[in-house]
């Protein structure tokens, strides 16, 4: 290996050529380069795939992290650049120096070889923890497979050999590199390097071997490291200079002698030699100023401007677009950190801070498109100036060589000014390549800053050579709103721009209801001491809160009155008697109930508590009473009780309490329903508590995914939608993890509801809960959902095999497809393939526009209308409800509707309808009108515009208007039966069926307008919309019959054997689920509907199947029907629960209402929509 000593001596060296005075210049040139900043740079990505990533990392300030950084697919190694890039950035922030330098290093290619496969070693394991792939737990359990494990370079690769996300970058053509970047890169030497490969493959073809250089040696090696990795590279579409910068060590080395000057007798080789130098030297000289100075040279100055603008501009917004240039290096702004969680010290809370500075990087986009994002952008700073006061700033940044396009368009948005703010020079993009003006570009007379005195005549060479010099600048524009005008009538608010667009159009054609719930009522009557004042929902007693204790009174008088008569000799039906009963109670209990939960006040919901803790024990004392329930028997059994099966369902309600049984039993089933009452809440309270974990056994690379008190971290919920894998996974994994507690009050429950029902005589709690139900058997509930899960089966797992895919190319070093990926590839793929976004079709479901639609239906299909009424002075128990008058055409009032449709502090987040008044027939022969309330959460609303609703909050809104509806249709004699006072399955049709009307096209065509312009919804966007609702509509139902096979198995007849909640949930999982249970989970530990439904989960299936057939057979062809609707109102709506749900259904169909038809009728509608999705998918091909 080494020379002998001999072998030393006979080797001749010439004499060293001295260096020329230029040579040490250009080190000199080259070494002040390499310290001082530079204005210019090359590419964007010098930048942001390594020091800006770091310097986030460093100085926690907001960075943009690119795509190569993405923890779902990394394909940039982190310890490089952390080793390299972090001590100097962090001794940066220590002493506060602008100024980086590097150093290179050089080692042997031995030594490289040796330390390579330790250092390989070293990089996959820190990219693997930095990640998320590879965590402390699964060291510890020792459960490590290749998919814990991150290679960057593999990834890098297969990113590279997918055109489709190569389309994201720019594909280019694939002699780029020979053509373009080779002589940008190498110019000289790249030449050298094209003549010697011209050379030798002409030497090749001609058989001329021996002049070629041969393949091991040196020569040869230098030169396929020159030839094959750019012959490589040119396979790939996307081509950046940047990729074959080491091409310069063998080409330095093959072709780096041609530009040296030395002895040679040759001297037309010395000439050419000479020549050489002067291009190399030039062209090099060149490009460093040009890259260095010039090209996107005003970026930099603008965002040292930008930054000290920004910190002088607390507590206001700043926007940026740029357009036309490279993104900016977010880092140098020095943003603070919008993702760190920061802790007051004073009071230890943790918080994040809201950004304040907004980069909105729009590309190449044409003009018009730019604009409308600047439309929107300035809309939006508009709106939250008007609605929360947070004034802004909003720039446009461009190459001055498009300042006449921008002017251009600009103009053609009336409201929008465009006022120059700054030039910053030099700047130069390749992308806005400044135009030469022609003799009368009166433009260029207007902009440039050296021109003739004389701007009359044709511009001189001069004064276009100066006009075109101008054009190498970055201007930044400062764009402002032209709107003065103010509300008609009002001196408080400037019309905003959406509002001043609209009014442009002319008067609105909005009808009176939905101009009404268009606007979100501000008003407090409660306050008016200008009028007389009610009581809440009109009832003088409820004036102020004391008024539930007289309601309350007077109900216990009440019903001692009624005791007195139905236990003596009654001379009406005991029936009648029973319902005044019922009624008489339920008016206060179900009022009393609503306003705890729901008045905003603290001594209302208080009274409102104790007036139903009150009524409960009326109610308990009366399922015990055995006068009353000898009475109601006697009755029946002597056929005086007048409607027998509402007389048998007032007896079933006293025999679930147990008062047939001896004294004994009758006190256990007492006990069991306090015991039951009390372990239901306390789990159903325990199943909505955050899970607080140590920080520590959480991985680090999805902490900030989470809040954090202290040293723990709050999980609150699944983050079902979350896009981050990884946090999905940990937040499943520790929010449903097995908790002793829950799990003991569950068994409890479901040991003492067994114990209950056969107390009272049934085989299971199952059976008890379903005997007046459409199903009325548990052995009916389980052949169904066995049915109509042998269905599902195919059809659910070529939903989850789509998922699946999903998920594979979006992170291929993930796990198959779990539980926790369910909700969010179905969410991705509405609004990836069907392009579906609540920010796209809010604005055509306007509050007002949506009630109007519910209007036009109820109009269409039973006659009535909804119409709104002022609220009375107390009537309301917050100043924004709505109320309603449902008004029949021929019949007159049938109801009220209260809309408690906005969020509120202390209002519960849910979607629901309460029943107020329950209809009933008086004895003077009038009818008791139904009184309800709807109650949602929405947000929005204020002077700004509208409430604008997601196609989900839609679909809320006409679920619970079904139910309003069933209330107000119902005209059962008797208040006990009267509309949802029904089985469940049945009380769900209307609602369900309502949905179905607010996604067919041709209803919602009717009233899906936007709220700015009244345009109707583009077709396709309806089609797009009323599809989505269906994706992977089977794994969703299968997810649905697996909860209610859970539901039923608790509560079933082998409830009291003796296996755990989390052992009968496997076991159920394995055999109703297409997904895996995941271990160390207890998911029904959180799941409330088992304590609220009780062995009635099924309903919702049960509903959906008979909702689908009554859609089918009488409204699909033609929804807005109004032959159909007045049928189903009479067979179906106004009955209620009077008539047994089986037969009442069954008569209306025309069919039985068994097992097996009502499964099929739920595979049916799979079908039917898939065949839907597939007619829009073929649509949106085309």
């Avoid at 040292?304 to 501009?313: F, K, P, R, T, V």
């Avoid at 009452?677 to 959480?698: C, D, E, N, W, Y």
Wanted: aromatic fraction near 12%; charged fraction near 20%; proline fraction near 5%.
């Amino acid at each position: 290996m080494f020379l002998k000593g001999n072998i030393l001596k006979s080797i001749k060296f010439k004499n060293t050529v001295p260096l020329p005075f230029s040579y040490w210049v250009l080190v000199t040139l080259r070494f002040a380069l390499t310290l001082l900043p530079q204005t210019g740079y090359i590419h964007p990505d010098e930048y942001f795939q390594n020091v800006e990533v770091i310097a986030g990392d460093i100085f926690d300030v907001d960075v943009a992290r690119t795509w190569e950084f993405d923890p779902k697919f990394p394909i940039r190694n982190i310890f490089i650049p952390k080793l390299i890039l972090g001590p100097p950035l962090f001794i940066i922030r220590g002493i506060g120096s602008k100024i980086v330098g590097f150093a290179d290093f050089h080692a042997r290619i031995f030594m490289l070889v040796v330390c390579g496969i330790p250092m390989v070693l070293l990089c996959i394991l820190v990219d693997s923890a930095y990640y998320g792939y590879l965590t402390l737990a699964d060291i510890e359990s020792l459960q490590i497979t290749w998919s814990n494990w991150v290679v960057t370079p593999l990834n890098f690769l297969r990113y590279n050999m997918d055109v489709r996300k190569l389309t994201k970058h720019g594909i280019h053509p694939r002699w780029l590199h020979l053509a373009v970047n080779v002589p940008i890169l190498f110019n000289v030497l790249g030449f050298l390097a094209g003549c010697a490969v011209i050379l030798n493959t002409y030497r090749f073809v001609k058989g001329q071997y021996t002049k070629m250089p041969k393949i091991q040696s040196i020569r040869g090696l230098m030169l396929l490291s020159a030839i094959t990795p750019l012959a490589v590279l040119s396979l790939f579409p996307h081509q950046e200079a940047r990729f074959i910068i080491p091409i310069l060590v063998p080409l330095v080395y093959l072709y780096g002698n041609s530009i040296h000057i030395c002895e040679v007798d040759d001297m037309d080789l010395k000439t050419l030699k000479k020549l050489l130098i002067i291009v190399w030297y030039g062209l090099n000289i060149i490009f460093a100023i040009f890259f260095g100075f010039i090209h996107q040279g005003g970026i930099y100055p603008f965002i040292n401007d930008l930054h000290y603008e920004n910190n002088g501009s607390y507590g206001s917004h700043m926007h940026v677009i740029t357009t036309h240039s490279y993104s900016i290096p977010t880092y140098l702004l020095q943003l603070e950190s919008t993702t760190k969680i920061w802790k007051d010290r004073t009071t230890k809370h943790s918080f994040t801070i809201a950004p304040s500075t907004f980069i909105h990087k729009y590309g190449s986009l044409p003009m018009d498109q730019l604009f409308m994002n600047v439309d929107e952008v300035l809309t939006n700073a508009e709106m939250r100036y008007h609605k929360y006061k947070k004034k802004y700033k909003l720039y446009v940044v461009s190459p001055c060589s498009l300042e006449k396009k921008l002017f251009r368009e600009a103009s053609k948005y009336q409201y929008i000014n465009l006022l120059e703010h700054r030039s910053y020079y030099p700047h130069f993009c390749t992308e806005a390549f400044p135009n030469f003006p022609s003799k009368d570009d009166k433009s260029c007379v207007k902009g440039s800053k050296i021109i003739s005195n004389n701007a009359q005549t044709d511009l001189t060479v001069l004064d276009r050579i100066s006009c075109f010099v101008n054009q190498f600048c970055l201007k930044v524009f400062h764009v402002k709103i032209l709107i003065d005008c103010f509300y008609k009538g009002s001196n408080i608010m400037k019309l905003i721009k959406p509002i001043w667009r609209a009014s442009r159009r002319g008067v609105s054609t909005w009808s009176p209801l939905a101009t009404a719930f268009n606007t979100r009522p501000t008003h407090r009557p409660i306050f008016d001491s200008l009028k007389e004042r009610t009581g809440l929902f009109n009832k003088p007693e409820l004036t102020s809160f004391e008024g539930f204790h007289t309601l309350k009174e007077q109900a216990i008088t009440a019903t001692d009155r009624l005791i007195e008569e139905a236990t003596s000799n009654p001379t009406r039906p005991m029936v009648e008697i029973f319902d005044e009963l019922s009624d008489t109670l339920c008016k206060v209990a179900d009022l009393a109930e609503f306003v705890r939960i729901a008045h905003p006040q603290p001594h209302f919901a208080s009274a409102a508590e104790d007036a139903c803790i009150s009524v409960s024990g009326v109610v308990e004392k009366l399922n015990t009473h055995k006068g009353l329930y000898e009475a109601l028997k006697n009755s029946v059994q002597t056929g005086t009780s007048g409607d027998k099966h509402l007389a048998e369902l007032f007896l079933f309600d006293f025999e679930q309490s147990g008062i047939q049984l001896e004294e004994n039993a009758r006190r256990e089933v007492v006990a069991l329903n306090d015991l039951i009452l009390q372990t239901g809440q306390q789990f159903m309270a325990g199943g909505a508590k955050p899970r607080r974990v140590p920080r520590s056994i959480v991985p680090q690379n999805v902490r900030q995914f989470f809040s954090t008190e202290g040293d723990d971290i709050i999980v609150s919920g699944v983050y079902a939608e979350c896009e981050e894998a990884a946090a999905r996974e940990a937040a499943y994994r520790l929010y449903l993890a097995p908790d002793i507690r829950q799990e003991r009050l569950l068994s409890a429950t479901l040991q003492a509801r067994h114990r209950l029902a056969q107390l009272c005589g049934f085989q299971s709690y199952a059976d008890r809960a379903i005997k007046a139900s459409t199903m009325e058997t548990s052995t009916n509930v389980r052949e169904f959902l066995d049915i109509l899960s042998d269905n599902l089966h195919d059809r659910a797992n070529v939903d989850f095999e789509a998922m699946a895919k999903m998920k594979r190319q979006e992170s291929p070093y993930q796990k198959g497809l779990m539980c926790w990926d369910t909700p969010y590839f179905t969410h991705k793929a509405k609004t990836q393939l069907l392009n579906v976004a609540n920010t796209d079709f809010s604005p055509y479901f306007s509050l007002g526009g949506c009630m109007e639609g519910l209007n036009m239906l109820c109009q269409e299909l039973y006659g009535i209308s909804l119409k709104s009424e002022e609220m009375l002075p107390g009537e309301s128990w917050a100043p924004d409800v709505y109320k309603l008058a449902v008004v029949h055409e021929t019949e007159g009032l049938l109801g009220h509707i209260y809309c408690d449709l906005y969020e509120r502090a202390g209002k519960p987040h849910q979607d629901c309808h309460f029943t107020i008044q329950g209809g009933k027939l008086l004895p003077d022969g009038t009818y008791q009108n139904p009184i309800v309330v709807i109650m949602l959460s929405l947000s929005g609303g204020h002077r700004g515009g509208p409430a604008l609703l997601s196609a989900g909050s839609v679909d809320n809104l006409f679920h619970e208007a079904g139910h309003a509806l069933h209330s107000m249709l119902g005209r059962a004699p008797h208040q006990h039966v009267a509309g949802t006072r029904c089985a469940t399955d049945l009380a769900e049709l209307p609602s369900v069926l309502n949905e179905y009307f607010a996604s067919s096209p041709q209803v919602v065509r009717r009233f899906a307008r936007h709220f700015q312009t009244q345009e109707p919804m583009p077709e396709d966007m309806l089609q797009r919309l009323c599809a989505s609702k269906y994706l992977f509509g089977a794994s969703e139902m299968q997810l649905q019959v697996f909860y209610s096979v859970l539901d039923q198995l608790y509560h079933g007849a082998n409830a009291s054997h003796q296996q755990s909640t989390t052992e009968v949930l496997q076991s159920a999982q394995k055999q109703y689920y297409g997904l895996p249970y995941v271990d160390n989970t207890a998911w029904q530990h959180r799941f409330s509907h088992l304590i609220g439904y009780g062995a009635k989960y099924y309903s919702y299936l049960i509903s959906r199947a008979l909702a689908w057939s009554v859609w089918r057979q009488n409204f699909d062809a033609r929804p807005l029907n109004r032959s159909a609707g007045d049928r189903l109102r009479h067979a179906v709506l106004r009955h209620g629960g009077a008539v047994e749900p089986k037969v009442l259904l069954g008569d209306y169909l025309g069919t039985e209402m068994t097992p097996r038809a009502l499964a099929t009728a739920l595979t049916d509608e799979l079908d039917y929509h898939k065949d839907h999705l597939d007619t829009v998918f073929k649509v949106m091909d085309k």
